[in-house]
């Protein structure tokens, strides 16, 4: 599948449900990402699988690291 089949079918499957943010086929990408991430897998190998070639990975998994530390210190952990 192309990318930008891929990102129809996201497009499309996040207006059936309903959902009105904005989805691509980089929101897999990413989601995938932080998923390995919070499974374990070493940077390196989430680098590898997603195909990146630069630090931008960090970006996506910083903001999940600070999301749940916050959470964290909300519920008093």
């Not at 996201?10 to 059936?16: L, S």
């Not at 929101?27 to 931008?56: C, F, K, N, Y």
Request: proline letters at 1%; glycine letters at 12%.
């Amino acid at each position: 599948m192309s990318v930008s089949s891929i990102s129809a079918v996201v497009k499309r499957v996040a207006q059936n449900a309903g959902l009105e943010a904005r989805l691509t086929g980089h929101s897999l990408r990413i989601g995938g990402a932080t998923a390995a991430m919070m499974g374990g897998m070493p940077l390196e190998q989430i680098r590898a699988v997603g195909g990146w070639e630069s630090d931008a990975m960090h970006l996506y998994l910083r903001a999940v690291v600070n999301t749940a530390t916050n959470m964290s210190a909300k519920m008093g952990l």
